[in-house]
Nanobody, 118 residues
Framework: QVQLMESGGGLVQPGGSLRLSCAAS????????MGWYRQAPGKQRELVAI???????NYADSVKGRFTISGDNAKNTVYLQMNSLKPEDTAVYYC????????????WGQGTQVTVSS
């Protein structure tokens, strides 16, 4: 079976940086897209950034210019470099991927907490 394992969350002061990683493992034939979503308390889960296997990226307006998504196809891993963090970036960050194992399916990671506070 396929699993997504996230790492890199934590507590950071406003203006600081964090780097999240998400590695896909298991019986993987192909990955079409990987991305990051976040959910703050009392709010709906929202898209942060996605990257397609072609290298094309999309970002939420709220993070453009501050966050950068990148991928390592050989390692089935996606990264999210987060700079100039703000308190409103505080949320649980989830990795999501469209992966072909026996069939194409959507997979989610377990989530990693990011807290921006002084």
């Amino acid at each position: 079976q396929v699993q997504l394992m996230e790492s890199g969350g934590g507590l950071v002061q406003p203006g600081g940086s964090l780097r999240l990683s998400c590695a896909a493992s298991g019986s993987i034939s192909s990955i079409s897209v990987m991305g990051w979503y976040r959910q703050a308390p009392g709010k709906q889960r929202e898209l942060v950034a996605i990257i397609f296997s072609t290298g094309t990226t999309n970002y939420a307006d709220s993070v453009k210019g501050r966050f950068t998504i990148s991928g390592d196809n050989a390692k089935n891993t996606v990264y999210l470099q987060m700079n100039s963090l703000k308190p409103e970036d505080t949320a649980v960050y989830y990795c999501k991927a469209n992966i072909e194992s026996r069939v194409w399916s959507i997979y989610w990671g377990q989530g990693t907490q990011v807290t921006v506070s002084s």
